[in-house]
């Protein structure tokens, strides 16, 4: 179902995870051996949330590296995974709740008992289930008390877990920024499958197409597999969640010669090439810059691509609009990426930004007189967002902030007084929110 398009979070780099770096712990070792079959998507399980909790990966990545199971197993595991990281400091308050040993963070009996109740909340698994498959998982006295704690949480019943907390750092963090109720919607978020986002190169192939259109060119659907859906092969569309949707939105329809930079894999290149512009798109990642030549050939589309480091190259004329969608944080993809808030810490956030911020310098450069600068993240830190904005300008008086105007984005995106555009969670949550987002357009004055 992942196009890899759309949301972008995959700019970020390698952090350290939570449990420190460099020992594996023996139980991981052992998790990476053949197992007897359905307990074998469980130990990968154990492999995945190890490499992303204690070595900093993504899911997508920790789930890809497993290389010894069946593409389903694989599949079941990287969505136990999921569902564990999702909820993990209420499954880690049950656990403590039934037990009166206290059980470290990284040891591999909190670690079976978490993925185990993950299974029951997020996955609905029967009890019985959920208990011939941890149990195989541990030996000895581990597996007294893995039986132990299971037993007394499923004889007493557990919640639904259907708003769960979010990391400690996390919430405090969010709340700071954005008040409590974003935390909320956050947590009722965060526990919710998010739809399935459609962006249409032609507007009347939306209009035609079987879901809820909540933009021009936009078309929601609950969820679907991506390559059964009339008009994949065809190239008639491409994942993108909604808010990622929103940056290319405000690239002057005039502007002609557009920079795309950090591009791949171009969800919002296919946007602008769809538009009419003349696209050059430029991305440090020749991987990423290879999904984007297949997605330029799916749809159709075209757009000249450089790759190259943006901090190095150079443009060899000024462009009429610059769209800068950077690497960052990814923290607004929370709901497909729970993995991003124990990536993201204050430490990789401060980098984050420091790149953002000469990024910004020098797209300034290659703008021509009037022309438009989209910058936006896909990150829900203001260091990322608003304070970047605020720095950039304090540098550059040349520049101003250019507002949305009516009808350039849909209705419901209300633009904060500075003029800049920042989604939180919990806008248009009924109807299944979107990413958190933080985009500005600014405007090089004569
Ligand atoms: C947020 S993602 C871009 C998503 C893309 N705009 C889309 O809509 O599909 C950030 C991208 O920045 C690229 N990147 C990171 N550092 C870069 C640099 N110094 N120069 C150019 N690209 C860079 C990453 O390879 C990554 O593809």
Redesign the pocket.
């Known amino acids: 179902m992942d196009s890899g ?2 949301t ?4 970020l780099r390698w952090v350290g995870g939570c449990f420190g770096r460099f020992m594996t712990p023996k139980w991981v070792r052992e998790a990476a051996m053949p197992s007897a079959e359905g307990v074998g998507a469980r130990r990968a399980t154990l492999q995945i949330l190890d490499a992303v909790l204690r070595r900093g990966q993504t899911l997508d990545a920790a789930g890809a590296a497993v290389r010894t199971l069946p593409a389903p197993d694989r599949a079941l595991a990287v969505a136990i995974a999921g569902e564990t990281l999702r909820r993990l400091p209420d499954l880690d308050a049950l656990i403590d709740s039934a037990t009166r040993q206290r059980l470290p963070d990284d040891s591999k009996a909190r670690m079976v008992l978490r993925l185990a109740l993950a299974q029951k909340v997020g996955l609905g698994t029967p009890d019985h289930a959920v208990v011939a498959t941890a149990l195989p998982l541990v030996d000895g006295g581990l597996r007294r008390l893995v039986h132990g704690v299971l037993g007394t949480l499923l004889r007493r019943g557990l919640p639904p877990l259907d708003a769960p907390r979010l990391p400690e750092a996390v919430e405090q963090r969010w709340a700071a920024a954005w008040g409590g109720e974003a935390v909320h919607a956050a947590r009722r978020l965060i526990a919710r499958r998010p739809a399935l986002d459609l962006t249409f190169a032609d507007d009347a192939e939306a209009g035609a197409f079987a879901g809820t259109s909540l933009a021009p060119r936009h078309v929601r659907l609950e969820s679907a597999s991506v390559a059964e859906l009339p008009g994949f092969a065809e190239g008639r569309w491409w994942v ?1 969640d909604l808010a ?1 949707s929103l940056p290319a939105r405000l690239i002057p329809a005039a502007a002609g010669d557009v920079l ?10 296919m946007q602008l090439a769809a538009a009419g512009h003349r696209v050059t798109a ?4 020749e991987g ?1 810059l290879a999904r ?1 030549r297949d997605n330029l050939d799916r749809t159709h589309l075209t757009a000249e691509l450089v790759a ?4 190095a ?1 150079e443009a060899d004329r000024p462009f009429d609009a610059i ?1 800068l ?4 944080s ?1 923290t607004g993809t929370f709901r497909r990426h729970p993995e991003v808030l124990y990536r993201a810490r204050p430490a990789i956030i401060a980098e984050n930004a420091d ?1 953002q911020s000469q ?1 910004l310098a020098r797209a300034a450069q290659w703008l021509k007189a009037a022309g438009a600068l989209v910058y936006s ?2 990150s829900l830190e203001p260091q990322e967002g608003e304070q970047m904005i605020d720095s950039f300008l304090a540098a550059h008086p040349e520049f101003a902030l250019d507002p949305p105007r009516p009808g350039e984005l849909p209705g419901f995106v209300m633009p904060a007084p500075q003029g800049w555009v920042r989604i939180l969670p919990g806008l248009l949550e009924e109807q299944g929110g979107l990413d958190g987002f933080f985009i500005a357009r600014l405007v090089r004055r004569g």
């Open positions: 398009l759309g972008g979070g995959d700019g993108q990622a795309d930079l950090c591009a791949a894999p171009g969800g919002k290149t430029v991305d440090a990642s990423r984007l190259a480091d943006a901090l190259w769209l969608d950077a690497p960052c990814a790149l990024l993240v896909c």
